[in-house]
């Protein structure tokens, strides 16, 4: 069954409404949270006249940095916001939560929020390179070999602007207390996390803090972290001792649920005339967002990607007064392979060499940073198999060589590699006697096909088709499984999945023999034979439903824990390469993708749609990243200018050509007995480059600062 | 958005009755919605529209006449439209999705706010929404603003596709008010923002788009609309050009040129069909002509560029509606 085409379980109940995300929780007694923000981008609030809003219709509490709710301070560092709201009065950034009012009504609680009036004390906010308070070097990591560098020198600065993940679904979160114990619905890329944060910052225990995320409307990064509604719902509801549920509106989650950081590289390469690298020099420029902690490593995708006797990468940080700049769809690989795998295609272009001919000659058969081997790798065989399946061969070698009507046409490609691994892992299975199977874990699925991934895998081990297999996600009751992040929830939970489920036989097996009930009763365990779900032993065969009901026991179960893969020995990632063929209108100068083909070396393929589907949407991403995306600031005021779905612009599905996609699927020996090392930002991964190289090719015109609008190609 | 009252009227004459300061029609609300829901427009009245008998779309001697409650997508598809004017249909077709078509009018269509993201957000100042207030957007994020009609108080786009192609084709709008009707062409309905960029149109207090009537003109179905944007659906303008041209032995007779995009109204660019007028109808013909359209603009840090994709975006559009290869 694993890697099959499976349809996705949780299919019908999204298409048809029944999924209940956060936002669609229904508490009798509700009340609504509406969060007022800050409206200049540095500062402090010096004064804020809250009467006119606890005067108006329905309004419960308005809450300000001088009638704050007690929230305490943040304890981890973690890519979310680093301080509570409402805890001071200074400003960091434009759009930080300076109030929260509740009211009966969403509308009360809105129209409140309008009537509330904030006094600042403004100072100019920096939201633009170069920031005056650049720290330098934050972080150098360099290989240095002792071969000569070669005659050859390249070197060119890329850029990419500030993006938004804008998943459809809003921030959303719904508490409830029940004497000292939470309930919480929300948003979440994992129920831990949220569990972790609002312990540290209200101040209780964990084991007392419920929450709930079964479904999530996309979230690429932008969920991992707990934004100022998650903290304020809940603590509001505490003081109100009512429920209390709050939702960003679109613009504040632009502002202040975090955004993809501007990034700056420059890369200096070395080779010799033969196009062999000698150095790499990646000088990364990242922003910090004064609201938070994280900042992107943007050069290090330099480090693990060609062979190379030298490298260096650098990278420097740039706070400014934004919101926190967080994770999303492949932090730092996202940004770090549009630059060097657009200065490849440049180096080639100068050497005269096929960019498929210069990566090879390139190939790192070890860790370039490290030397140590791979835990498996067939980027070769992805690079082979695109080049002859795409057409590579009829490329031709000039520029500006193509020309379809009014279209002038060229091809492009690029690698793709993200990080892959396992990490620690609790999932729990459980026996019916309705001859169905539950398994559990605090997983997320933010759309990504995880929950048929759990049913894929415990149907495969226990036998049963995957209709009678039910995943249960997002409850943060259940076993501690992998958060939906970095591309390593299958690898992670689908090892724990198949032990939960090998255990639950023996558990099965141990009730079938010793039970009075049970027709085993009184066997040896060892003649007793678990298969199809139904146990056997001596000629007498009985599923597992069967029984549960005749021995009068309402279930057995057992929780499958994985351990982390500790391999100081060895390198973990995935691979891919993309081809792809771009229009540019010769006029009017529009980019648009109109072939595309990935080929990725990810480990065993779990389920062959859902996989396809990964890398179909993540090559959307990149699309968008490559072409559309990015976030204007308003430099006066700090404000996002375009932080709205009009203007901020991802694709349509008329930029969307067909996306062909390829697995080798060949399972990683090392990383699991499963062998699958993760697919979800794999895709996204090279996808700019491709574009920028297929755009350079079309038109002779070299693009590198993204995105690759029109008026760069006129 | 604010608490407003909500009225219905079943004929004109009731709906202008019920009009007073600090009213609004609401139509297919996909504009006057939109703004309430952001507070930049704050009605306490809204006056429900959708009742009127505004409704047909009839050929007349004196052209076609699309009334102002006809929906986008009805006007779009209608057969009279498409086969009199393709380039009106393409226009519509072109704008917003398929939901919002469904939804929004032909009236409320040509009333719609631009969507200078400084007009909508009520935390910027803005001449527009408050007068005396300032332009940010002249030094600020000005990628998709105007070139062409802007002034030191406003530089926003006019962001209907449909209204550059009525003013191609010379359409008028019959107003109706207290005091009566009166007949205006398009062109003039719209104000340039000058100083008083909260004036966009000449619509008096209370006074309603009835009707759309548009001339006939037999060559203008060898036309063409097109847009040019980063995203090919659901985005406004980069900017758009409706084209129809009239050539007869590789000669142009006759030819409508107007501009969307790039002027704070919708652009009529008289001087280029002037220029076009007996020359043969090919690309050097057709980009010597295009130079003119860009006469007087205004270009702003981000948005240079579309003095050089307008022209371009001409030549593209000429071609097309001439069918010359």
Redesign the interface.
């Known amino acids: 069954m694993i890697g099959q085409p499976v349809d996705r379980v949780d299919g019908r109940i999204k298409v048809t409404g029944a999924a209940p995300y956060a936002a669609d929780t229904k508490i009798p007694g509700v009340a609504y949270g509406y969060l007022i923000t800050s409206?200049i981008g540095k500062g402090s609030v010096t004064a804020m006249d809250t009467d006119a809003a606890l005067a108006s219709p329905g309004v419960l509490a308005v809450y300000t940095p001088f009638n704050p709710l007690k929230l305490f301070a943040y304890v981890q560092e973690q890519n979310d916001e680093r301080f509570p709201p409402l805890q001071d009065r200074e400003v960091r950034f434009f759009g930080q939560a300076i109030g929260f009012v509740v009211a009966e009504t969403w509308?009360q609680a809105?129209?409140a929020a309008?009537l509330v009036t904030a006094t600042y004390q403004q100072q100019p906010p920096v939201t633009e390179f170069p920031g005056r308070t650049v720290r330098k070097f934050e972080e150098v990591e360099e290989v240095v070999g002792t071969q000569d560098l070669g005659d050859i020198t390249f070197t060119a600065s890329y850029t990419t602007p500030f993006q938004h993940h804008c998943a459809m679904e809003p921030h959303a979160t719904v508490a409830t207390w029940n004497g000292d114990h939470l309930t919480v619905y929300t948003v979440s890329q994992g129920a831990l996390l949220v569990q972790r944060r609002l312990s540290e910052t209200l101040g209780i225990d964990p084991a007392k803090i419920h929450v709930l995320s079964p479904h999530v409307g996309g979230g690429f990064g932008g969920k991992w972290g707990n934004w100022a509604q998650v903290p304020l719902a809940c603590a509001a509801a505490r003081a109100l001792g009512r429920p209390v549920k709050a939702v960003l509106t679109r613009?504040q989650v632009f502002a202040m649920a975090g955004h993809r950081p501007m990034t700056k590289q420059t890369l200096t390469m070395t080779c010799t005339a033969d196009g062999k690298l000698t150095s790499i020099v990646n000088d990364g420029v990242t922003s910090r967002g004064l609201g938070g902690n994280w900042s992107e490593s943007v050069a290090n995708w330099t480090l693990t990607t060609y062979a190379s006797p030298n490298i260096r990468v650098t990278k420097m940080i740039v706070p400014l007064n934004l919101g926190a700049a967080t994770v999303m769809r492949a932090p730092g690989e996202a940004n770090g392979s549009f630059a060097l795998e657009s200065a490849m295609d440049e180096l080639a272009g100068q050497l005269g060499i096929d960019p498929v001919e210069m990566r090879l000659r390139n190939y790192a058969t070890l860790v370039p940073n490290t030397g140590k081997p791979w835990s498996s790798k067939h980027l070769d065989e992805c690079y082979r198999i695109g080049a002859e399946e795409f057409g590579w061969a009829k490329r031709p070698k000039k520029v500006r060589a193509t020309v379809d009507g009014?279209w002038l046409v060229g091809t492009g490609m690029a690698t793709a590699t993200y990080g892959a691994g396992r990490g620690q892992a609790s999932v729990k299975v459980r026996l019916h006697p309705d001859g169905t199977a539950s398994v559990s874990g605090t997983a997320a699925d933010l759309g990504t096909g995880q929950y048929t991934v759990f049913a894929i895998l415990a149907a495969d081990e226990l036998g049963l088709p995957v209709s009678r297999v039910r995943p249960e996600l997002g409850d943060s009751t259940s076993p501690a499984a992998a958060n939906a992040g970095g591309s390593t929830s299958t690898g992670t939970n689908g090892p724990a999945v198949q032990l939960a489920a090998k255990a639950v036989q023996t558990e099965l097996i141990t009730l079938a023999v010793t039970n009075p009930r049970s027709p085993f009763h009184g066997k040896d365990p060892a003649s007793v034979v678990y298969r199809d779900g139904s146990v056997s032993s001596g000629g007498v065969t009985m599923s597992f439903g069967t029984l549960l009901t005749t021995c009068d026991v309402g279930g057995v179960e057992a929780v499958g824990t994985s351990p982390r893969l500790v391999d100081p020995e060895h390198g973990y990632r995935s691979f891919g390469a993309h081809f792809c063929e771009v229009r540019v209108?010769r006029?009017?100068?529009?980019p648009?993708v109109t072939r595309w083909l990935s080929v990725c070396d990810a480990g065993t393929i779990v389920n062959a749609k859902a996989a396809r589907s990964q890398i179909q949407g993540a090559v959307v991403m990149g699309i968008g990243q490559a072409?559309?995306e990015a976030t204007?600031?308003?430099?006066?005021?700090g404000?996002f200018?375009?932080a709205?779905l009009?203007?901020y612009?991802v694709?349509?599905?008329?930029?969307i050509p067909k996306i062909d996609v390829r697995f080798l699927d060949r399972p990683d020996p090392l990383v699991s007995g499963l062998g699958a090392k993760g697919i979800g930002e794999l895709g996204i991964v090279g996808v700019a480059g491709a574009i920028a190289n297929a755009v350079h090719h079309a038109t002779g015109v070299r693009v590198r600062d993204l995105?690759i609008?029109?008026?760069k190609l006129? | 958005?604010?608490?407003f009252d909500y009225a219905t009227a079943s004929t004109v004459d009731d709906a202008l009755k019920l009009a007073r300061p600090g009213s609004a029609f609401l139509a297919g609300g996909t504009t006057l919605v939109d703004l309430m829901k952001l507070?930049v427009l704050t009605p306490d009245r809204v006056i429900d529209v959708n009742s009127l008998p505004l409704k047909g779309i009839r050929l007349h001697a004196g052209g076609l006449r699309i009334g102002a409650l006809e929906r986008m997508s009805d006007v779009a598809a209608h057969p009279v439209v498409r086969a009199v004017h393709p380039m009106i249909s393409k226009a519509l077709l072109l704008s917003a999705s398929g939901q919002l078509r469904n939804m929004a009018s032909i009236g409320g269509n040509l009333m719609q706010r631009t969507?200078c993201?400084?007009f909508?957000?009520v935390?910027?100042a803005c001449n527009k929404r408050r007068p005396g207030s300032g332009c940010?957007a002249l030094?600020?994020?000005n990628?998709?603003h105007a070139i062409l009609g802007t002034s030191d108080s406003c530089v926003a786009t006019h962001a209907s596709d449909v209204a550059v192609a009525f003013v191609a084709l010379g359409a008028q709008v019959v107003l109706r008010g207290k005091d009566g009707g009166r007949t205006v062409a398009l062109e003039d309905f719209y104000l340039l923002p000058g100083s008083t960029p909260d004036r966009e149109n000449v619509l008096g207090p209370g006074e309603l788009i009835a009707e759309v009537v548009v001339p006939v003109l037999p060559w203008a179905r060898h036309s063409t609309y097109l847009k040019?944007?980063?995203?090919?659906?659901?985005?406004?303008a980069?900017t758009s050009v409706a084209a129809a041209v009239d050539v007869k032995r590789g000669v142009v007779q006759d030819v409508r040129l107007a501009a969307g995009g790039v002027g704070t109204k919708p652009w009529r660019l008289r001087a280029v069909e002037e220029a076009l007028k007996g020359g043969v109808a090919v690309e050097r013909t057709f980009a010597d002509a295009a130079e003119s359209a860009v006469d007087g603009a205004r270009p702003l840090a981000h948005n240079a560029?579309k003095t050089?994709?307008l022209k371009?975006?001409i030549?593209?559009a000429l071609l097309d509606a001439a069918g010359v290869r």
């Open positions: 409206t509308e809105r129209d309008g613009e009014d209108h006029l009017t100068g529009e648009r072409l559309l204007e600031v308003d430099h006066a005021t404000r200018a375009n709205n009009a203007s612009l694709p349509v599905h008329a930029d995105p609008t029109l008026d006129l | 958005m604010r608490a507070d969507r993201d400084y909508r957000d935390t910027s940010p030094t600020g994020v990628r998709g040019i944007r980063d995203r090919q659906s659901y985005e406004f980069l560029f050089s994709l371009r975006s030549v593209r």
